[in-house]
């Protein structure tokens, strides 16, 4: 039996990038055929190929309410926002604070308005949030970093915070049950009530 060709299927003509070095930061906001949730990770565009478990989901929403509840007036806690790390990558991180007043129009932070980034992982996205995305997030200066896992539907959150002389994040706790710090705000979470 004959082998039949197979034929890739083309790609939209939005999908190539403008120039050979391929996107760049600022213009995700002139991408509206991207779907939600792109990121831009050294100038490619990422998008979320699986869907979010529920899981991920209620966490990250549940999270972000007691993020806020314990935040002081000066923290905006946000979620799914990007922040344009440099020239050529764009992430966004699952929750965020940040110390600029809150703008309804706004589309991404900067670095230096970000004083803490939350990844919760999911089986997508383990790869760039145990790795990638934290060591760009240390790069770019952002202050705190913790990484949300999913242990036989506990959440488990790592706390890093950023060594500024070296750029990188180092290990500060592991918190099951119970999630209680003091930077960059103080907060106190029971863990227990963010998952059914």
Not at 152 to 161: A, L, Q
Request: proline share 10%; hydrophobic share 40%.
């Amino acid at each position: 039996m004959p082998e039949e060709d197979t034929v890739e299927p083309a790609l939209p003509d939005w999908m190539y990038p403008p120039r050979t070095s391929g996107w760049e930061a600022d213009g995700l906001d002139r991408l509206p055929q991207a779907p939600r949730h792109t990121e831009l990770i050294e100038g490619a565009l990422i998008f979320r190929v699986s869907p979010q478990r529920s899981w991920h989901s209620r966490l990250v929403v549940d999270l972000a309410f007691g993020l806020r509840r314990a935040a002081p007036e000066n923290i905006e806690v946000e979620l799914e926002m990007t922040i344009r790390l440099d020239k050529r990558s764009r992430p966004e991180p699952d929750i965020l604070a940040a110390t600029v007043a809150y703008d309804p129009d706004r589309t991404r932070y900067l670095p230096d308005e970000v004083v803490l980034v939350i990844e919760v992982v999911s089986d997508e996205s383990a790869d760039r949030d145990r790795s990638i995305k934290p060591f760009k997030y240390a790069q770019a200066g952002i202050p705190h970093f913790w990484r949300v896992e999913d242990e036989e539907g506990e959440p488990v959150v790592h706390v890093y915070e950023l060594d500024a002389l070296t750029r990188t994040y180092v290990p500060t706790g592991i918190h099951r049950g119970r999630l209680k710090v003091a930077v960059p705000f103080p907060a106190d979470i029971d863990l227990g009530t963010l998952t059914p």
